[in-house]
C-alpha cells in the first residue's frame, strides 16, 4: 500500500484562490456595468423615465397648489413635489425587478453565478443600478419644480437628511423587488403584484396631505410605513425646518431627535429588505 504525502506548497497551489478584495470591488463594478448596459443602453430608456417626474412638477403639483393655495405655511407645489419622489422611487426600483427576471430566464446569470465571488455582490450591483436612475428621475423632478416655481431650502445639513432618506427608501423597494423577483416564476405576476406594492403605500404616506387628516386607523397605519418617515425626513431637510410631518408622526418637541427616529425607522427596513434580497437570491439562483 502506498501513501502518496503531497507538501504544503503543492497543496497551496492545489486550493483555489481566494478572492483578494480588490477582487470583490472589480466583480461589483463588473456586475453594476452590466446591468446598467442591460437596463439603459438606448436613449429611450434613459428619457422615457424622465417624463414622469417632469410631468409631475409641471402638470399635477401647480394644478393642484392653484387650487389649495399655501398649504399649512408652505408652499403646495413644493410640498407635492417632494411627494412626489415617493412614487417615482418606489416604482423606478420595483420595475427594475423585471431585468431580474428576464435576467433569470434568458439572460446570463447561471454564467455569473459560476464567479468564485459572493453572490450577494451581484444584487447589490443591480442595486447600485437601480439606485443611479432613481437619483436621475429626482434631480428631473427638482429641475422641473424648480424651473415652474418650487422652492426648497438646501443647506449642507439638509440636503444630507434628504439624501439618506430617499437612498433608504430605495434600498427597501428594490430589496422588496429583488426579492418578488425570484419568488415569483413569471413576469407576469410580478407585474400584477409590483404597482400594489409600490402605489397603495404612497397613498397613506402623507405624500398629497399630513397623515394626521386621514381617520385615526389609517394614520397608526401611516406611521407603521417606512414611505411616511423617510417623507417626512425628506421635507425636514429641504422645505420644512419645523418638522410638521414628524410631528405628526412622534408628537414630540425635539425636531432633530424625532427626525433621527424617522431615519433610523428608515435605516432599519433598508437593512432587513438588503439582507432578505440577498439571502433569497442565494438559496434560489441555484434551484
Known amino acids: 500500500m502506498t501513501t502518496l504525502t503531497i507538501d504544503q506548497p503543492v497543496r497551496e497551489r492545489l486550493a483555489p484562490p481566494r478572492p483578494a478584495r480588490t477582487g470583490y470591488l472589480s466583480a461589483f463594478r463588473t456586475f453594476a456595468r452590466r446591468r446598467m448596459l442591460l437596463s439603459a443602453h438606448t436613449p429611450r430608456e434613459i428619457l422615457v ?6 410631468l409631475f412638477a409641471d402638470v399635477i403639483a401647480p394644478a393642484l397648489a392653484k387650487s389649495i393655495g399655501h398649504f399649512g405655511g408652505l408652499d403646495y407645489t413644493s410640498f407635492v413635489a417632494i411627494g412626489t419622489i415617493g412614487l417615482l422611487v418606489p416604482l423606478s426600483c420595483m420595475f427594475a425587478g423585471i431585468g ?3 435576467d433569470r430566464e434568458h439572460g446570463a446569470r447561471q ?9 450577494g455582490l451581484m444584487v447589490f450591483g443591480n442595486l447600485a443600478v437601480a439606485l443611479d436612475v432613481s437619483a436621475l428621475q429626482v434631480s428631473a423632478l427638482f429641475v422641473a419644480a424648480t424651473l415652474r416655481g418650487s422652492h426648497f431650502h438646501a443647506s449642507t445639513s439638509g440636503v444630507a437628511w434628504f439624501a439618506t432618506a430617499v437612498l433608504g427608501i430605495g434600498v427597501i423597494m428594490y430589496g422588496m423587488a429583488e426579492t418578488l423577483a425570484n419568488k415569483m416564476p413569471s413576469q407576469e405576476e410580478f407585474i400584477g403584484a409590483a404597482p400594489a406594492l409600490a402605489l397603495v403605500p404612497w397613498f397613506f404616506a402623507g405624500s398629497f396631505f399630513p397623515i394626521s387628516a386621514m381617520p385615526a386607523p389609517l394614520t397608526v397605519l401611516a406611521k407603521v410605513l417606512p414611505l411616511t418617515h423617510a417623507l417626512a425626513v425628506m421635507r425636514y431637510g429641504l422645505l420644512d425646518g419645523h418638522g410638521s410631518g414628524l410631528h405628526d408622526i412622534w408628537g414630540m418637541t425635539n425636531t432633530t431627535a424625532m427626525a433621527c427616529l424617522s431615519l433610523g425607522v428608515v435605516v432599519l427596513f433598508a437593512a432587513v429588505f438588503a439582507l432578505l434580497s440577498t439571502r433569497v437570491f442565494a438559496r434560489t439562483a441555484v434551484k
Open 100 to 102: 431580474v427576471i428576464a
Open 111 to 119: 454564467d455569473l453565478l459560476a464567479a468564485p465571488v459572493p453572490r
Open 49 to 54: 423615465p424622465l417624463t414622469t417626474p417632469i
